[in-house]
């Protein structure tokens, strides 16, 4: 069993900072940190690992500059058996699509694999859009926002999808790609033992040349998504009081201004 686990680095959003000129997020001092989502992705990968396939590789690829290498080195001291950090000048400003297309290409490159994981989604941009177009470029089935994987074999895989209003059962043939949300498990910390390994591991750099990338399907030219306008939303506060002596009358015009701003 050779199981893929796409991560992304992002910026800290607790401490981003919003920069009205430029109408562009601040990145600058800004902690990096590996998606919070991905993480329950490499905890499931894991745990495939450990409950069913005890000779299975678990290998890390993440898309971004050579600073995305630490995000590596962290899944790594989680238990990840190898990473890849695909990083060239050429794929800065790639959208989720331009984005996709790399990543299957440095998975057809990899070679064989029979699943593929990633988080729901990443918090800088909230897309949920990576991991489906990866399935989509590599002809593969795949199930979103998993919440469970109810069982695995070396030909099929059958997993909890939530949904809206509940949840719905899917099996899938293997290989086969897989979102994942918080509800799937709990992320374990990296052990002592794991982040010693994960400092001196040496983590190879693909980059375009290496993968033969189509220059006009990634970074800026081949991303069809442009951001025209971003801004931070203006919030406007209004205290109402209601004094009436008549209890009920209050709670009356409560419920009439409430509906007024279509809160209920």
């Given at each position: ?11 800290d ?11 562009t ?9 590996v998606?919070?989502?991905?993480l ?10 450990e409950?069913?396939?005890p000779?299975a ?7 971004g500059?050579k ?11 989680m238990?990840v ?12 400003a ?5 984005t ?11 070679g ?5 994981l ?9 897309t ?7 399935a989509s ?16 074999k ?31 498990n ?7 033992r794991?982040?010693?390994r ?7 750099v693909w980059?375009?040349?290496f993968?033969?990338i189509?220059?006009?399907?990634c ?5 069809p998504?442009?951001?025209?306008k ?18 009920e009358k ?7 201004e409430?509906?007024?701003?279509s809160i209920?």
């Amino acid at each position: 069993m050779n199981i893929i686990v796409c991560v992304k680095q992002v910026p800290d959003t607790s401490q981003m900072k919003f920069d009205p000129e430029t109408k562009t997020i601040k990145r600058e001092g800004v902690e990096n940190i590996v998606n919070p989502f991905d993480l329950y992705a490499v905890e499931e990968a894991l745990r495939i690992k450990e409950k069913y396939f005890p000779q299975a590789t678990i290998t890390a690829i993440s898309m971004g500059p050579k600073q995305a290498e630490s995000a590596l080195r962290e899944v790594i001291s989680m238990g990840v058996d190898r990473a890849i950090l695909i990083s060239d000048k050429s794929f800065a400003a790639s959208d989720t699509l331009a984005t996709s297309y790399v990543l299957s290409e440095a998975i057809k490159k990899i070679g064989s694999f029979d699943l593929i994981l990633f988080g729901k989604m990443a918090i800088d941009g909230d897309t949920a859009q990576v991991g489906p177009e990866v399935a989509s470029l590599l002809d593969i089935p795949q199930i979103t926002f998993v919440r469970k994987i109810v069982e695995i074999k070396e030909d099929y895989l059958i997993a909890e999808r939530s949904m809206e209003d509940g949840y719905e059962t899917l099996k899938v043939k293997l290989p086969a790609a897989l979102t994942c949300i918080k509800e799937l498990n709990e992320p374990r910390l990296p052990s002592l033992r794991g982040k010693i390994r994960a400092k001196k591991e040496e983590i190879p750099v693909w980059d375009a040349n290496f993968l033969g990338i189509d220059l006009s399907k990634c970074g800026f030219k081949g991303s069809p998504t442009w951001v025209t306008k971003a801004f931070t939303p203006t919030i406007q506060k209004e205290n109402i009081i209601f004094s009436d002596d008549n209890q009920e009358k209050n709670v009356e015009n409560l419920i009439n201004e409430l509906k007024k701003k279509s809160i209920i």
